[in-house]
């Protein structure tokens, strides 16, 4: 007999063969995380029925199944070579394999030079991110996938990581889109990760063969990858078995099972994790601890059905609930009402203000003030007075509490929000950028996978005696280290309160990146729902060495906050603009999605029309589609830039068509290139602005799926480059990069740098055009021009010396003229926004952050919002070389750091700072940036940016700077009182 | 603020009389040595050993958490040896290498004060070890004579490291190649500290016996599976950093090759002047590269002809490693590990370890380019190549990582059987990859 156990990420598969390998007995079960306690008992199971006498070859297979494996002494097999095992047996003819698993995805080329490909430790499009956003969606995975077969279309959602996916597709659930549409687009983009990450470049073809849970059960993700691969896959029988049949096949050694499982049983008591102190070491201290938070609440008064004294409403529609707060002349809370979104706000908002209305017939409402992820659309759909940004809502919220509040932490679903306030201003927001880890959303799925309700699962923790000590970092790599620790024995209570300390440290390091308790304040007000776990609120106090007051209204602190907003707008006798009795009974609401079309950009608009007529627009990046009206572009020094870029244009000239790829560095030095070869006589051709379209062609030849977005693009431009019929491609290697005297060297980052190398071994376009990639220096124009002409004369026999020196001549000229246009247009955009007393951003990054692909359009935001935006080379050059604590060694960063000390000179100026995800240099250039920022009394704000296109958090932080900057200002402006 | 951090300690000589160095540990073996080179010059040090959780934990608090692991790594084992009680902090200073190249481990010393002003050690001095002359007031003083001596023991690591690497798995009693490893290391520390064991001549005289000795270990060479790694400097070599990767590799009943420490040290040697020679420069950048090498040929052919004499495989020399770069990517790739990284993985895949594990701290800038960007190209050529990139970070977890090199391993094993079967059986054409190049990636 044979037997062959297979321990996944969420399921457990086993199967028993006899010695015809005949298959006599399998199972397929999730395992809900008792991995050893499942294994015992399946190995218990086919023992006593299937196996005579007990004794059996054995070998265990799976993700989680190796350290157990070792531990017992039975052999391990590594699961995709168990699944070639059983595909060479079962399915012969194969030439590829897809498995998708609970959290890996594998690809298998069996034909053809053998290869197996793995995720990376970033990706998680798998089964486990199909079934968080499932949970999102509030579907199971079986009527996600009835829905997707109805999908009309499907929207873009980021393929990377499942964490970005779901910033995707919250807005998405949030703006109203279709439950069937958005089901559709998560299996695509399950699809597009499994083919950018694993396939890298080689086609899949042929015989296709579908393994796993998810390929198994999701039809639609099946016809998806059909469709998309252009090939008609088959998924086999025993399709979930075939990693256990692999692992019973290769088995060679016999074992005694009931001996195994009582080792593992064993092995589980051991408890060999790492740990960390209980939460609370005895109830007293439980109870001393509840005693103390109970005391900050807020006072209620009753809400009678005659109830007509003037009330504040404040509405917060978050990521994943709804929150209503009603509150009296006193600030004193007559009712509040708390529910999930249920994927759109709107109807929920609208029962419980139809309740309001239905339940107090003499309701006089003041004000009504929304906020959150949904409060345009709230406050556009209901006719609401005011809107206000949730930072300055829970800061209000949190200033009620505790007046001399210095610092307020907010831990909500999906979003994670920190502020410190110095001398009553906003004067640090820490967001959680695209990594939702260790947020409420988290817990809640942790806790439902494994079979809990959230609150009972937390409450699990308290007394937890050895709390599991997990990583703090993101929520995939998580799910791992929790099962790393089951395998150890720990117990689900010591795992409970291992996840809340998690929380705690994901925010107060990874998102905050406090040291000390004295850096944070010591008047600390935490609030959001995921406080209401008392073992978050604990760790967070033991971590910080302080104790804190959290409201008893801590998730309802955003639309509290809202209320008081309202009340304190509001002038004496106000009535709200808020729909009437006869507006709200007859309100409707219609959600259309439609390609916006009136530019290039083609945004995915969605159009929300309600009864009166009003319609409301989301998805769009520039307000056209609102008003009609073009951007012209004349407060955006991006725009210039990128106007100036594309006016280079090829011109017809003897040596034949050569292309330059716009990507990296060329957005700074397509002036130099495009010179200097025009001047020689070729026609030069660049690619054009990135689009997605763009990226998806090249995103199958990029071999790292690490390096940063901007990096990514390249493979695209390469793409289209390979299409023009062009001659030559240039993309030259650079070490070094222009040096402007503002640093102690002039290198540009290692991939600026190199990226052509990476182009030159991976992209198969480049071989049938030449690709010139060759090492030059520009820092040193008369070494440039000998070296230039050395490398181009292998190429071009013709070329002469002294057409080399006049086309170098030429192009530094162009390089020097372009430079000065940019800076002598941020000026005239610097002397109008002061004339029109508008305050002025420096949007600093590096000069490919200008292609709209890469920055989304944060530059069109920031005009929006009535503000001017200039770029960090056209005021770098206004301050001379300055100390740095780090080594100031990179050109574009040096430019980075002076425009930042110039800031600090200029009241009106601000700087926020666009970081391209997985950007290494930048982990060291915020820290200082942000340093001479502080130094200088200015706020530092930093927006995360990848091939993600959801701004809804970008446009949270800048809001939440403009505000602080209004209330600096009004209080500058304020006269002193205090002699 | 700015100012406060400009005014950090420095590390003046007469501080070489009253205060401890505290060394990180990288390559157990060559840093061991090191360490005695510098006690031998009136320095006190000690090389740090302190691993566990709570060294990541402190990197954590005190690093922005994107910077690369090693420099968390670093750190986070520095705080964790100040807080330990063990030292007397006024009296206590602290090393780093800094390359000056254009990866962002230039700035670890930065890192590392601000981390040590956060943390509440202001007052410990950093000391900066590196050839580029960066941080002139705070360097470590370099003459010729220690250069000379630092590059005899780098030799003499990189020795004992590769003779107990090719003897160890085919052992007939276990431990025997550990326990000469040990003994070797003592006795050349022992040398050290008489200021004896590193002219040519001491040189030439003693590898050859070290060499002799581990080749009187009796083995049974049974073939085994041969795995290379390559890699990010310190989590190539750092146990801490790779967690236990040798170990791992070892418990699998692989042989591992760790290629030396030197080739870094000449890739360092060797860039100044292809620099120059790339973008301009005066005569002296331009050959002040090749007098350099020449230098540190001459112990290098000792070593490769000792390994050699005694039956080991020996690494190439370093002049033929520069030249595998041909064809796959330039030499002025000189960030981080640069074109030393494609080479090394080159050089292994040509000589029959083919199977590699390339290890980098997660989101490495400079192995976007020369590890995993050269993985596609290098197989292309060579198609037995069985490379795995590793990421390694503070949430990587071991389980993630030990299965991805597992996978690694059983391919290996299988086409080790294959070979084994050799000519007996014929195979079917898709499990013989070796014999098949890869098919052309279309478009």
Redesign the interface.
Known sequence: MKVGLDVGSTTIKCVVMDDAENLVYSTYERHYSHILEKSEELLRRAAERYVPGGRAFLAISGSAGMGMAESVGVPFVQEVFATRVAAGRLAPGTDCIIELGGEDAKILFLTGGMEVRMNGSCAGGTGAFIDQMATLLKMSADEMDAAAQKAEKTYTIASRCGVFAKSDVQPLINQGARAEDISASIYQAVVNQTIAGLAQGRPIKGNVLYLGGPLTFSRCLRESFDHTLGVQGTCPENSLLYVALGAAYYSDQTFDLIQVADDLQKHGAAETYRSQPPLFSSEEEYEAFRARHAKAAVPRVPFGADYAAPVHIGIDSGSTTVKVVVIDQEARILFTDYRPNLGNPVPLIRQVLQQLYDEHLALHVASVTTTGYGEDLAKNAFHADYGVVETVAHFTAARHFLPNVDFIIDIGGQDMKCFKIEDGAISNIFLNEACSSGCGSFLQTFAQALGYDVKEFAKLGLFADRPVDLGSRCTVFMNSSVKQAQKDGATIENISAGLSISVVKNAIYKVIRASSPEELGRNIVVQGGTFYNEAVLRAFEKEMGVEVIRPDIAGLMGAFGAALYGRGKAVPGQTSALLDREGLAGFRQETESRICGLCGNNCQLTVNTFADGATFISGNRCDRPVTGKADTGERNLYAYKRKLILGYKPVPGKRGKLGLPLCLNFWELLPFWHTFFTKLGFAVYHSPLSSRDLYLKGQGTIPSDTACFPAKLAHGHIHFLSKLGLDTIFYPCMTYNIDEGLGDNHYNCPVVAYYPEVIAGNCPEIKETRFIYDYVGLHRPKDFTKKIFTILRQYFPDITKGEVKEASDAAYAEYAHHMSLVRKEGERIIDQARAEGRRIIVLAGRPYHVDPEVNHGIDTLITRAGAAVVTEDSISNRVEKFPTTVLNQWTYHSRLYAAARYCCSQPDMDLVQLVSFGCGVDAITSDETREILQAGGKLYTQLKIDEITNLGAVRIRLRSLFAALDEQDEKRNEPRKEA | ??LE??NYPKFTPEMKKTHKILIPNMAPVQFRILAAVMEQAGYTCELLENCG?QVCELG???V?????YPALLVIGQFLDALNSGKYDLDHTALIITQTG????A??Y???L??ALV??GYPQVPVVSLNFSG?EKDSGFPMTVTLMRKLLACIYYGDLLVACKAQTEPYETHKGDAAALQEKWLDTICGWVLQDKGWSGREIKAAMPRIARDFAAIPVRRVPKVKVGVVGEIYVKYSPLGNNDLEKFLASQDCEVNLPGLMGFVQYCAYNPSE?AR???GTFLEKHVSGLILKYIEGMESVMIQVLKDNGFHAPLPFRELVKLTDG???T?????EGWLLTAEMIELVRAGYENIVCAQP?????????G??????IREIY?QANIT?I?Y????????Q???I??M???AR?RLAEKAAGAAAPVS???Q?AA????????
């Open positions: 603020m700015e951090f400009q959780s954590l608090k005190y922005h958490n994107d910077t690369c190249g254009g990866c962002r230039s700035n010393i930065h890192l004060r601000k956060k943390a960066l620099t790339l973008y301009g796959f990517i330039s002025g790739d000189k960030m981080g997660f989101g490495c800038l400079p192995n976007h380019i020369c995993k960007g050269m993985i596609n190209k198609p990139p990421d970070d503070p949430s990587a977890t071991r389980v993630n030990e299965n991805r597992k996978l391993i059983a391919v299988e054409a898709d499990a990859p098949e190049p890869r098919e052309p990636a279309a478009v």
